[in-house]
DNA sequence: GCGGTGACTGACA
DNA sequence: CTGTCAGCCACCG
C-alpha cells in the first residue's frame, strides 16, 4: 500500500476510536498513528475527510483549546458537539467531563494544570 | 525546485 | 494569564 494513504488511514482510525466525551490533540492523535511530528498532518486529514460520521470535534490543541477562532462558524460547530456529549467548553477551553470521584481527567487528559 | 501556508507544539518572556 | 518564536512537515502555486 502506499505510504500516504496507510498514514491518512492510521489517523483516520486513531480519530475514528475516540469515545464519546473523549477528546485528544492533534499531536496526541499523530503520535498514536504512529507520527510523532504529525499535528500538522492530521490536520489536513481532517480538513481533508469527506465521512460525515468521523468525530473530528474530539480533537483539539494541545493546550485544551478549540483549533478554529473563536466565533467562527466551524469553532460554534465544534463547541457544540463537545458539549452534547457532556464535554464543558469555555472561554475556549475544552475539558473532559469532571469526575470528582474517579481520576478520569487526569487519565485522559494529563495537563497537570 | 522553491517559497508560502496552516484546525500545530513546546519553550520561553 | 498573554504573546513571541523557532521547529515542524505535507501540500500547493
Do not use: N
Not at 16 to 32: D, F, P, Q
Amino acid at each position: 500500500m502506499d505510504p500516504k494513504s496507510a498514514r491518512e488511514a492510521a489517523i483516520l482510525a486513531v480519530v475514528r476510536a475516540l469515545r464519546t466525551g473523549e477528546v485528544a490533540s492533534y499531536g496526541e492523535v499523530g503520535r498514536r498513528a504512529g507520527l510523532p511530528r504529525g499535528a500538522r498532518e492530521v490536520v489536513r486529514v481532517l480538513k481533508a475527510a469527506d465521512d460525515p460520521t468521523l468525530p473530528w470535534h474530539r480533537v483539539v490543541r494541545s493546550d485544551g483549546r478549540i483549533g478554529f477562532p473563536e466565533g467562527s462558524r466551524l469553532y460554534s460547530e465544534q463547541a457544540r458537539r463537545l458539549r452534547r456529549e457532556g464535554v464543558s467548553v469555555t472561554r475556549g477551553r475544552v475539558r473532559a467531563k469532571a469526575r470528582p470521584e474517579q481520576d478520569l481527567d487526569a487519565l485522559l487528559w494529563r495537563h497537570g494544570d
